[in-house]
């Protein structure tokens, strides 16, 4: 027996010392792709030495003779912490990410090869001037020399099993198609949506359901939108010929994307200097999507700080010590869905001059550990098919993205601006995913714009399918030029917003049309933050981006407490629970509040109801309808009919209107109730963190360890403070363009994405928390000479 236990012991040494020397082998293994923070390396490409000096969070800041260097520098420094990101983003762009990870990714590289923009980012650049072409160049070569100088690649790729393919310079158009994607439907949907509902429903009932605005616009020039009246159509007329039993919720999941950013004129400030705020939001993983740094090119160059994006050699957003900027997306329309006529083998289509040949080309989409698949993808000279309608019609996507305007690297001149009105006639040669440039200047000066190519539509509305084939059909004339861009500078208030929402009216709002805006009530509540203040001040933008006050669930608070009558408290204890957690809000998006988290999810089980019948009967006609993908203002119509409660536009599921809310008020109690309580159930509860790395869910043992710490937030959708599980503001600053010292900026996790590294989550606490960190980098920590290789 003691020989035994002699054995087993010796045994239980030699799999602790072998699980010790496997975790120290592994341990120092990822530590051979953590960037090289100190020291000198000799790399061929440089003109002259290049400093890369980072403090404490990893804030980088280059030092470089000329700003050729300077793109070699950033692109060394994106490649050391944030190369797999980059690769992430030029693979989802190009349609590549299967031969990556998989054919699971092989529907998406499907859907993104059709507009096959490896094709087109080689073509830009081909076309590119020479000084666009030199600076690509150069942070390619900064890219592959970061990439090169990592003792082993990224750790991703060891646990993919691939190994890195070089960065191109033509991969840095991909990185601007990759946020196309994210920002603007690569499908058209909600033309598409929209085109459906008209062919289908009575006139009235469309244009009641398709309303864009009304009570909560807040544009920066016009009046809200008028609202409609309750239309005669019905349901019960919609839904004669349909089984009953198809109803289902619409399911609104009200997660919308957007952004907020503002400014106000030197009327407002101390100084005199324009303030700049901005908070982009997106979905938000490990790591960031921004990458911070400063620069300055020669002893009298600008100091450009702010906002880099791994991929591309630019400052994207922040101050140039002159001028200051920030973006939010447009929502404009920036595509066009053209129904085709298609000969009867469906090789050619009708053109206004006749019959034309489809263009076809074979893409191999390469699969990794898997066969390759072969994808034909049919052209047209508007653009390529993407799919067909509900009559069988193939349909071509118009888009600016597919046109050599849609990306390029004009907005390169940001950096050199001496005032907005430098910017101003620029704007519309910016290729990039149409924004809402806001802007402000060291005079004082204010600015919001269109940047980005602004389609010249003839004979065209730009809001449904049409057909381009008839001699007086609509098409594109080339873009409008800079006189034309739409446009407000420095409006008599001194005060800019834009959140997502429609901005302008009449002919700007013509000429930018609009694809699925956001509701106003976020931009609303900006505008009314902004408008309160005498003076304005960096703490007074912080201030309002952390605003959380629920002040659009506050009508449906106030409904839902009439519904909660003494009667209906009696019926189950939930109810009285309920009822008691209404009285008892705090008002706000706030993490310990359970009345909150009852009056959102009650607002959307409501809209389910009230419009799954719509939906039901749109599905029936074609199965790929969502209303989620129109229907960004159903608030406006929703409202109206609990207002009116009209009996011909009851879901005919419900008795009565009040059954309706009852039932749903029911649904969401009932989970959240099998405990025998509500008060376990705050918003806090549901709004957890999930900021995780992309390969994190597929390794249980180290996902949490890639990832940053789950924990309840504030915030929500319809309020500055936009923030979701992973969603929302993928960072927060404000900056007065000359005073950065008294600037902020802050971002979720850090600048690396390598778990082992100290900038891996610094900061992001901050960001987690609503502090104002410093703008500008703290106290040099690390320096790395990057120094010429000798001839």
């Known amino acids: 027996m003691k020989t035994f236990s002699r054995w087993l012991l010796r045994l239980s040494i030699v799999l602790f010392s072998l699980l010790l020397l496997a975790t120290l082998g592994s341990y120092w293994w990822l530590r051979g792709s953590l960037a090289q923070l100190d020291g000198a390396l000799e790399l061929t490409g440089l003109d002259s030495p290049v400093q890369l000096l980072r403090d404490g969070q990893g804030i980088l800041t280059i030092e470089a003779d000329t700003r050729l260097d300077t793109a070699f520098g950033l692109g060394f420094a994106h490649a050391q912490d944030r190369f797999f990101q980059m690769d992430l ?51 390619a070569a900064g890219v592959n020399a970061g990439l090169e100088a990592l003792s082993i690649a990224p750790f991703e790729y060891a646990l993919l099993g691939s190994e890195p393919a070089p960065w191109r310079a033509e991969d840095a158009y991909l990185t601007i198609f990759a946020m196309i994607l994210i920002l603007q439907d690569d499908q058209a949907r909600f033309e598409r949506g929209m085109g459906l509902m008209e062919a289908v429903l009575p006139a009235d009932l469309f244009a009641f359901f398709s309303q864009q605005g009304g009570r909560w616009d ?8 008028s609202e409609l009246p309750v239309p005669v159509s019905g349901y019960a007329d919609l839904l004669a010929d349909q089984d009953q039993a198809l109803l289902s919720p619409a399911l609104q999941a009200d997660l919308v994307p957007g952004s907020n950013n503002w400014a106000v004129s030197g009327q407002l400030t101390s100084h005199g200097g324009a303030l700049v705020a901005d908070d982009m939001h997106l979905g938000i993983r490990v790591p960031n999507i921004w990458y911070r740094a400063n620069w300055s090119t020669g002893p009298s160059g600008q100091q450009l700080s702010g906002l880099t994006l791994p991929g591309l050699p630019l400052l994207v957003a922040g101050s140039n010590g002159q001028v200051a900027w920030g973006f939010t997306n447009t929502q404009g329309d920036w595509s066009d869905v053209i129904e085709l006529e298609l000969n009867d083998d469906g090789s050619q289509y009708r053109t206004s001059e006749g019959w034309s ?50 990306a390029n690297f004009n907005a390169w001149f940001m950096e050199e601006a001496d005032s907005i009105f430098d910017v101003l006639p620029e704007a519309h040669r910016f290729g990039l995913p149409h924004q809402n440039l806001v802007m402000g200047d060291h005079h004082g000066n204010i600015a919001w714009i269109i940047a980005g190519p602004v389609p010249r539509r003839v004979n065209l509305a730009g809001t449904r399918p049409t057909a381009w084939h008839t001699r007086n059909g609509g098409h594109w004339a080339g873009y409008h030029d800079a006189e034309q861009q739409p446009r407000v500078v420095n409006p008599p208030s001194g005060r800019l917003w834009t959140a ?42 912080l201030a309002i981006q952390l605003d959380d006050e ?4 506050a009508p449906w608070r106030a409904r839902l407490l009439d519904l909660l009558d003494a009667e209906l408290r009696d019926q189950k204890d939930a109810f009285s629970e309920a009822h008691a957690a209404l009285l008892n809000w705090s008002g706000r998006a706030d993490r310990d509040d359970v009345g ?15 419009t799954a019948p719509l939906e039901t009967a749109l599905r029936a006609v074609d199965e790929d309808f969502r209303l989620r993908h129109v229907g960004r203002q159903l608030e ?50 549901r709004n957890v963190l999930a900021v995780r790395h992309p390969l994190a869910s597929a390794l249980p043992l180290l996902g949490d360890w890639l990832s940053m710490p789950a924990e309840p937030v504030d915030g929500d959708t319809h309020m500055p403070r936009v923030q979701s599980p992973s969603f929302g503001a993928s960072e927060r600053f404000a900056v007065s363009p000359g005073r950065e010292a008294t600037a902020y900026l802050h971002m979720a996790t850090g600048q690396s994405g390598h778990p082992l590294s100290p900038f891996f989550d610094a900061g992001h606490q901050d960001w987690v928390q609503g502090k104002a960190s410093p703008w500008l980098a703290g106290a040099t920590e690390h320096r790395l000479e990057l120094r010429p290789a000798p001839p």
């Open 500 to 541: 997502n929402a429609r901005v302008v009216s009449g002919e700007k709002l013509a000429l930018m049309g609009m694809n699925g805006p956001a509701l106003g009530a976020r931009q609303q509540q900006i505008r009314d933050r902004l408008m309160a203040l005498d003076q304005a001040t960096e703490q007074d933008m």
């Open 596 to 610: 909150y988290r009852i009056v959102r999810q009650w607002r959307l089980a409501v809209m389910d109801r009230i």
């Open 357 to 406: 040949p489809l263009i076809v080309h074979e893409e191999t989409l390469q699969v990794h550990d898997d066969a390759p698949e072969l994808l034909r993808v049919k052209e047209t000279q508007w653009g390529p098919i993407i799919g067909q309608d509900y009559q069988g019609h193939a349909l071509a996507l118009r888009w600016a993205a597919h046109d050599p305007e849609g």
């Open 636 to 685: 406006t119509p929703v409202w109206t009919l609990l207002e009116a409660q009209p009996a011909h536009l009851l879901n005919p599921e419900f008795s009565s209107w009040r059954a309706l809310q009852v039932d749903a008020l029911s649904a969401v109690l009932a989970p959240w109730y099998e405990d025998g309580t509500l008060a376990n159930d705050p918003w806090g509860a």
């Open 89 to 139: 983003q030029r693979r989802n762009a190009a349609g590549e990410l299967a031969a990556l990870v998989g054919s699971a990714a092989l529907p998406l590289d499907r859907q993104h090869r059709i507009h096959r923009f490896r094709a087109r980012a080689e073509r830009n650049y081909a076309r590119a001037d020479e000084p666009s072409r030199a600076l690509l160049d150069a942070y």
């Open 550 to 553: 629920a002040l659009f669930l």
């Open 218 to 225: 807040a544009p920066l020039e016009g009046p809200a939108f």
